[in-house]
């Protein structure tokens, strides 16, 4: 009998220890990850944000990342950032034509630069599409001889004898060398939280404003299916084009010239002759601010892009049949049309995502301390 009231005792304390350790443990754990997450914002007119469950996005993830993007130790003069052409007053592109070819193409064209928001929704990345995630894609420009022209070795020992990163790595990947890949993990989470979506078209849809007339009337012309079809191939949401549908040939070449592209575009992944100049069907938000156009930067401003769906049209062998009219040379817009559309276009800038001070230099912040 007292044998038994004695291990019942025991009992109780030993189980009663565990639930104390339980709670602790649960507690911290729960902290934690509330403290950590980063909380990205519904956005009701876009469908649910892709996560990626190998690189969960956490505040000071971002704010590592954030560092990341913007520091030059990243190239190998130490000389350019990812920021040097991705810049925020650009809807992170940059007006410079200054690009680009990836050396592993072996290409001699040069490609324009991307603009980054939205980036989570986007199946492919690059005009070609040659890379399927935001992680991956961080190892590009670093290895580009045309861009930071730098090499991961040289970046990993540089960042593991920096105290500052050596403490901001710890709290976001624990006690671990510094390495490529949480590098790419870190500037990935900050271009995931990189989010644009109070341009006045958005507001439009959330029925918190209205467009002018003219505004409509270039929205109804893109709209329509027998004028400028524009959106059959534009997405006016998220670019989530998935696969095949997220590549067009526009009809910027003839046949002859499509033989002789210095950058063939989607063929260069798929290697197949009917994806010859078919470039990704780039995102018409933020247009107004990434100046110059097309893949090659061909069009400096939007009035020559629309003078091109116009009357420019060329045609070819890989051309998208939902250019209308292309044997014609384009729908031919009258200069009141064309002068709406611009007028449409221009709703799809977000001033507030280019101001928002969280996207920012986070050194000059530091500065201002
Ligand atoms: C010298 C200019 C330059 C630098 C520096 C640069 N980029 Fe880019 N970026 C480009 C160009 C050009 C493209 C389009 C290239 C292509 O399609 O082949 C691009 C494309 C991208 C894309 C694809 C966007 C999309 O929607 O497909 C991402 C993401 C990106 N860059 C992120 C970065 C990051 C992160 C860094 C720093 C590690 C960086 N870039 C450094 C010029 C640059
Ligand atoms: C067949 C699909 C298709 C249709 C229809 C189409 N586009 Fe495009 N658009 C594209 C592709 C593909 C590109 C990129 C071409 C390149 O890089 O050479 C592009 C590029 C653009 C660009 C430049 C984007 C940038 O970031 O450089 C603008 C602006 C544009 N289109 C507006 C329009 C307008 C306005 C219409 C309707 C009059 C229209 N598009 C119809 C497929 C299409």
Redesign the pocket.
Known sequence: MLLLQIRKQRWVTFSFIITLILIIYSFSYNNDSFVEKYDFPIIKQFPKMPHSKKNPVTISGVELGRFLFYDPILSIDSNMSCSSCHRQSHAFSYELNYVITPKELHLNGRR?I??LFNLAWSSTYF?DGRVTTIEEQVFHPVRNKNEMNSNWLLIEKRINRSDFYKNKFKNVFGNKRIDSVMIAKAIAQFERTLLSYNSKFDKVQNNEAKFTKDEQEGYE??LNKN????F???TTGVNDLKGEKA????G?NTEKELKLLPDR?RELVTKKMTDIG???????RN?GL?A????????DN?EH??NF??DGIQVNNNI?????NAHAGG?HFTTIEKRK?ALF?LTLTDSSFITNKAFSNPFENEKNK
């Open positions: 324009s991307l603009p005009w012309l893109m004028k400028g079809n524009c059959s191939c534009h590549f067009a040939n526009d910027g575009g078919k470039f990704r069907i780039p995102t018409l247009i990434t110059p156009y097309m893949h090659n930067g061909i069009h939007l892009v629309i769906y116009s998208d049949g939902r250019i209308n729908v559309i276009l």
